[in-house]
């Protein structure tokens, strides 16, 4: 009976930490570089003129030097407006290196995850692969289970538009390889997060690739986007950032330095959770997924601060979000235990016009390359 339980409750705990894993709830990792050799470029400057898609750069005038909680409120929302105007612009290019972990909790047992990953991002196709290993459990005994469920790596290969030239649609195919642990030795933590980039490796070896052509899907009904006065593109972040979702605390921060003749901006909030109105207004979208992902109906989100780095030519350098939710966990009809997460993630970006080929990649032995037959000229 003992062991039934234990089984359950560490179920209950790689409910969280799937959570945690699907949806970027991440622990903030360390590296002293985040680029190297040829991908160096990542967080530094890159001239906006050189790339293959239209920007929107900061304008001086727009911001203001005033102090008050109004001003930093409007220069926050002002470059983190342009930044994420950019991010989704019409045949945009980017890399974006991501490096964090989450922590979860329920049931008296607790664990922690790490999480890496690397999009490169071209006008019509992208690569993705992403790497998550659970690295403590309390107790020890949930460790091995819960590895076995959730240690695992992806990769994905995507072209947009239909391939047969005789009908633009927006139709995609793509490539996708998911071996998962499930405890074999050879995917430690050394070899699963090398001390080099991209820091994230994965044996792809271990599973056939797989291919689909999904149908593209009809509207989601239960959103209306006029309902939730989005000023963002949601390219960003999900979360609805605006003047009212803003809290006045010491979080809410704009300054700026030159580097190299270029200013960098730096910004900061946190939202305002503390009341269910303010949780249904602000994380609508984002806790949908969460519950999903959780078997929870009444997740919430009780924390949501974010920084980010812009550059003034309106590209972002980095952005980093800490998140934390509670939740009542529906294993089944009688099992309901609490569980909680809290993260922490940061996004490392390059718009080099190197770092946003994938060819490129391939050929530095970076990722391992895959059979594109069929998809490609």
């Known amino acids: 009976m003992k062991r039934k339980v234990t089984k359950i409750t560490t179920l209950a705990l790689a409910i969280c930490l799937i959570a945690t894993f699907s949806y970027g709830c991440k622990k903030e990792e ?11 470029h990542f967080e530094q400057y890159v001239d906006a003129t050189t790339l293959g898609f239209t920007t929107v750069a900061i304008d001086p005038d727009e911001i203001s030097a005033g102090t008050t909680v109004s001003d930093k409120k409007n220069n926050v929302l002002y470059v983190l407006g342009i930044a ?3 991010y989704a612009a019409e045949g945009r290019q980017y890399a974006k290196l991501s490096l964090g972990g989450g922590s979860a909790e329920t049931a008296g047992l607790g664990g922690e995850m790490v999480v890496r990953s690397l999009k490169i ?21 949930a460790l091995g289970l819960a590895q076995m469920i959730l240690d695992q790596g992806k990769r994905e290969y995507k072209v947009y538009g239909n391939l047969d030239d005789e009908d633009e649609t927006n139709d995609w195919i793509n490539y996708y390889q998911e071996p998962k642990n499930k405890g074999v030795k050879d995917m430690d933590s050394e070899d699963m997060f090398p001390d080099s980039f991209p820091y994230a490796d994965c044996d792809y070896d271990k599973v056939a690739m797989k291919s689909d052509t999904p149908t593209t899907a009809e509207p989601d009904p239960t959103f209306d986007d ?17 003047n009212d979702s803003i809290l006045d605390n010491d979080n809410l921060i704009f300054s700026s330095e030159v580097i190299d003749g270029h200013t960098l901006y730096t910004i900061s909030y946190e939202l305002k959770l503390d009341t269910e109105a303010a949780q249904d207004m602000y994380t609508t979208r984002p ?17 949501y601060i974010a920084s ?9 350098q980095s952005y980093t979000s800490e998140e934390s939710w509670e939740a009542t966990l529906e294993l089944n009809k009688f099992l309901k235990p609490h569980g909680a997460s809290e993260s922490l993630n940061t996004d490392y970006y390059s718009w080099h016009p190197y770092d946003v080929d994938i060819d490129n990649y391939i050929d530095d032995e970076i990722i391992d390359n895959l059979d594109w037959t ?3 000229d």
């Open 287 to 303: 806790r949908r997924g969460m519950r999903k992902a959780s078997t929870s109906s009444d997740l919430e989100y009780v924390k």
């Open 121 to 141: 991002q071209e006008t019509d196709r992208f690569y993705y692969q992403t790497v998550g290993r659970v690295i403590n459990g309390d107790p020890t005994v």
């Open 374 to 376: 069929g998809l490609e």
């Open 226 to 242: 006029d309902d939730l006065t989005l000023e963002l593109t949601h390219s960003i972040t999900d979360f609805i950032i605006n």
């Open 30 to 40: 360390n590296v002293d570089n985040v680029g190297e050799a040829n991908y160096s």
């Open 84 to 86: 994420d105007t950019n």
């Open 308 to 316: 980010a780095k812009v550059w003034d030519n309106g590209l972002m």
